[in-house]
T-cell receptor, first 117, second 114 residues
């Protein structure tokens, strides 16, 4: 299994530009999560999907952030317009909902390091 | 990806020693307490969890202890190896969120010297 795949691994952009981060969850996992990690705030849940439907987006910081999951194998996190304070590592994670699976185990991708100058 | 860096509490141990990483939590209503490990350049990885009605749970080389009286969680790693060097996060999970919303602590860096 290839694990959760994220692209790009690194993104450097200028303030005001649109940024799109991509995620491919593990096949068969029906939950998908987007997290942001910074030194100041640690690891924060932004939004999560179940069966491609957004369930809880209360962690999305502003309207500049949006996330979509058009199908079971692909999700995007978009920031438009980007600002320097959006600089962080963004992680995507997935998990299955099958009975018996550890409830707290999420499988994280390698992350995308975003730098907004 | 990169783990959160420069200002984390750090625990330095020698290879072969036992390590104890501590975490204080605030939410008495949490149903599960969890430990994740994050190696440099990688995403967090699940290690072990414990249900709130338990005091101790053992895994392979790891033991998690839960003290609900003082809201304290610890992770014990036996015979620590250089490959255990990483940042360790405690996290909480709750039934009323469908067990989907992990709340992570700030992390502790473990450095293992050969």
């Amino acid at each position: 299994d290839a694990g959760v795949i994220q692209s790009p691994r690194h993104e450097v952009t200028e303030m005001g530009q649109e940024v799109t981060l991509r995620c491919k969850p593990i096949s068969g996992h029906d939950y998908l999560f987007w997290y942001r990690q910074t030194m100041m705030r640690g690891l924060e849940l932004l939004i999560y999907f179940n069966n491609n439907v957004p369930i809880d987006d209360s962690g999305m910081p502003e309207d500049r952030f949006s996330a979509k999951m058009p199908n079971a194998s692909f999700s995007t996190l978009k920031i438009q317009p980007s600002e320097p304070r959006d600089s962080a590592v963004y992680f995507c994670a997935s998990r299955p909902s099958r009975t018996g699976h550890r409830r707290s185990e999420q499988y994280f991708g390698p992350g995308t390091r975003l730098t907004v100058t | 990806g990169e783990s959160v860096g420069l200002h984390l509490p750090t625990l330095s141990v020698q290879e072969g020693d036992n390590s104890i990483i501590n975490c204080a939590y605030s939410n008495s209503a949490s149903d599960y307490f969890i430990w994740y490990k994050q190696e440099s350049g990688k995403g967090p990885q699940f290690i072990i969890d414990i249900r709130s009605n338990m005091d101790k749970r053992q895994g392979q080389r790891v033991t998690v202890l839960l003290n609900k009286t003082v809201k304290h969680l610890s992770l014990q790693i036996a015979a620590t190896q250089p490959g255990d060097s990483a940042v360790y996060f405690c996290a909480e999970n709750m039934k009323n969120t469908g067990f989907q919303k992990l709340v992570f602590g700030t992390g502790t860096r473990l450095l293992v010297s050969p």
